[in-house]
């Protein structure tokens, strides 16, 4: 691209920014920010397209798509929906899509997707274990003092912070 | 009363609601993404003590959004009560998040930010979110073999004020205080380790972190709104309610909701417990007024159709139980009318009606004798079905205002 990309927001503004959207979101709906609810249904109507029996089954799934239930008709859905809208325009607007990888400098892209792959599934795992992501239990529940929610927050910080000595070499 | 939440589907039906979700979802994207969210090595480096982003922008958006929450919840524009707290599962919820921490060191993303970075092009996060779905898949096939554990230590809606018994505000200026004190330190330890790749601090830092602190004071100052509060912010409405009579519904509609299979009704007897122990209607429960509260706070968990009725031995009582239920928000909320006294003179035997009565009472105590405690098995307490009572319908189901399930449901 011809022009550089914008450097990021400052990141006490961008938290200022994200919490004022956030109270929002309780403000105006009742509930908080969400990004793995909209994953997890959309994965679960293309299971309910491949094999409808498998999930009438399976009383986890059968809660979101048993019978005629559309697992997509849920607001969660449309939120996950604008999260990717609102970050593609902004990367647009910040000249930051650009199609790369983003790695330490002592491994190779295989190794890093291979990674990404595992962390994604690890993390996809235990957002459904756990009841929530990132922004749903952490973000969300943090704001409005749940303590489940704290609990969860120091427990993945505790996480990633036991194991970031032993990948040491894949980001620096 | 207070007005918000929205009831959104209400005012903009099903579609209109989507959109707000939409937009708010635009929003939580493009944040993100300014935040520098979509670029992993960026929010892996907080783990190695060079970039403090992730812990910046999570806390400062925290202790934003709980301080405008908890201050327009004391000045009632707010209803917390309608605020979805996600409800506790200690232990699942602390291994999941140490799962979630291995992964966000392994991969780099947590769920949100891998959506960002992947719109933007970002390979890794294509590749991360093809895993994120793997793992949900994997979950829901494993989920059956461990379910026991994953239903464990549930708390329901669990605060931190109730765990530490102390005021909401005392609370938000605490965690006002922790952040505040942690992002001193963030900045000191960027400065030593990650040296000029860390960002300085905006200009506006100390006079926006003292304008925080001063509305932590001003709701600490302010106080959440008690149940007599919520009350005195909807009598106006509701009082003309009772007046008109509105709320108190017949036995006969009380016994058809009972039968009725697509409804639950939910019984609530708030006499003394002698009373309710020598006669009460199959299925009621024994709360004392004194614990209606926190009750309400456990009944507000309860499926959409669902009908709450209160009842004393005449009406006073339930009145009085009636106003801190509604204060409390609860959807449905009835009196039965006549109290248990009426109950027992519809479905009593006409001998027992006779000998048992109970003449020169005060109100509100039984107007029936019973020699032994016998609660619900005396027949009136569970009569069958009398679909040819005629009644005059008063129950008419209100959808909930606030959604019922997290972001992550």
Redesign the interface.
């Known amino acids: 691209m011809a022009e550089r990309a914008r450097p990021y927001m400052n990141p006490y503004v961008a938290g200022t920014i994200l919490g004022i959207v956030l109270f929002l979101a309780f403000f105006i709906t009742g509930t908080g920010l969400g990004a793995s609810g909209g994953l997890n249904r959309a994965l679960v109507y293309a299971q309910n397209i491949i094999s409808p029996e498998h999930i009438d089954q399976v009383p986890y799934l059968l809660k979101m798509a048993g019978g005629s239930t559309n697992p997509l008709d849920n607001w969660i859905v449309y939120l996950t929906a604008g999260t990717l809208l609102g970050g593609f325009l902004s990367g647009l607007y910040g000249r930051r899509v650009k199609v790369e990888t983003n790695k330490g400098p002592g491994i190779g892209n295989g190794t890093r997707w291979v990674l990404a792959f595992i962390g994604g599934g690890l993390m996809g795992y235990g957002a459904r274990l756990a009841r929530g992501c990132t922004s749903g239990q952490a973000l969300s529940g943090g704001a409005v003092l749940s303590v489940g929610s704290w609990a969860f927050m120091f427990a993945v910080f505790a996480g990633a912070y036991a194991l970031a000595y032993f990948l040491r070499k894949v980001w620096n | 009363m207070t007005i918000?939440?929205?009831p959104?589907t209400e005012l903009l039906g099903q579609q209109g609601?989507?959109?707000?979700?939409?937009?708010?979802?635009?929003?939580?994207?493009?944040?993100?993404?300014?935040?520098?969210f979509?670029?992993?090595?960026?929010l892996?480096?907080?783990?190695?003590f060079k970039d403090?982003?992730v812990f910046?922008?999570?806390?400062?958006?925290?202790?934003?959004?709980?301080t405008?929450?908890f201050l327009?919840s004391a000045f009632g524009?707010?209803d917390?009560n309608?605020?979805?707290?996600?409800?506790?599962?200690?232990w699942?919820?602390?291994?999941?998040?140490?799962?979630?921490?291995?992964?966000?060191?392994?991969?780099?993303?947590?769920?949100?930010?891998?959506?960002?970075g992947?719109?933007?092009?970002?390979?890794?996060?294509v590749?991360?979110?093809?895993?994120?779905?793997?793992?949900?898949?994997?979950?829901?096939?494993t989920?059956?073999s461990f379910a026991v554990f994953?239903e464990s230590s549930f708390?329901g809606?669990?605060?931190?004020?109730?765990?530490f018994g102390v005021d909401?505000g005392v609370?938000v200026l605490g965690?006002l205080a922790m952040a505040l004190f942690c992002?001193w330190g963030a900045e000191k330890i960027e400065a030593a380790i990650g040296g000029e790749s860390a960002?300085?601090?905006?200009r506006l830092?100390v006079p926006?972190a003292a304008f925080l602190v001063a509305l932590g004071v001003v709701t600490l100052l302010a106080g959440q709104p008690t149940n007599a509060d919520r009350w005195n912010m909807i009598e106006a409405e509701q009082s003309v309610l009772l007046e008109q009579r509105a709320v108190q519904i017949e036995p006969a509609e009380l016994l058809g909701l009972v039968h009725d299979t697509l409804i639950r009704a939910v019984m609530i007897d708030v006499r003394d417990e002698r009373h309710y122990n020598l006669f009460h209607i199959h299925d009621a429960r024994l709360v004392p007024m004194e614990r209606l509260v926190e009750t309400a706070e456990q009944l507000m968990q309860e499926p959409p159709n669902t009908v709450f009725v209160v009842m004393s031995n005449d009406e006073a009582r339930a009145t009085e139980a009636w106003k801190v239920l509604k204060a409390e928000s609860l959807p449905n909320v009835y009196i039965l009318e006549g109290g248990v006294n009426n109950w027992i003179r519809t479905y009593g035997e006409e001998t027992f009606l006779r000998d048992r009565y109970v003449m020169n009472r005060a109100d509100d105590t039984p107007a029936y004798r019973f020699e032994l405690a016998i609660g619900s098995r005396h027949p009136a307490a569970e009569p069958g079905s009398h679909d040819e009572d005629e009644f005059e319908p008063k129950v008419k189901l209100e959808q909930k205002?606030?959604?019922t399930?997290?972001?992550?449901?």
Do not use: H
């Open positions: 918000f939440p929205l959104l609601s989507y959109f707000v979700y939409l937009l708010i979802g635009m929003a939580f994207g493009a944040t993100l993404e300014t935040a520098g979509g670029n992993s090595k960026k892996a480096a907080q783990f190695y403090l982003t910046k922008v999570m806390f400062t958006a925290i202790i934003v959004a709980m405008l929450i327009s524009l707010l917390y309608l605020v979805w707290v996600p409800p506790t599962y200690l699942p919820g602390i291994v999941g998040g140490l799962i979630m921490g291995v992964g966000f060191i392994v991969g780099g993303f947590c769920p949100g930010t891998s959506l960002v992947a719109v933007t092009g970002k390979i890794d996060a590749f991360f979110v093809l895993g994120v779905l793997f793992g949900i898949f994997l979950f829901g096939e989920v059956s994953f708390m809606r669990f605060t931190l004020p109730e765990l909401y609370v965690v992002f960002q300085k601090a905006p830092a926006g205002r606030a959604p399930s997290g972001g992550c449901g």
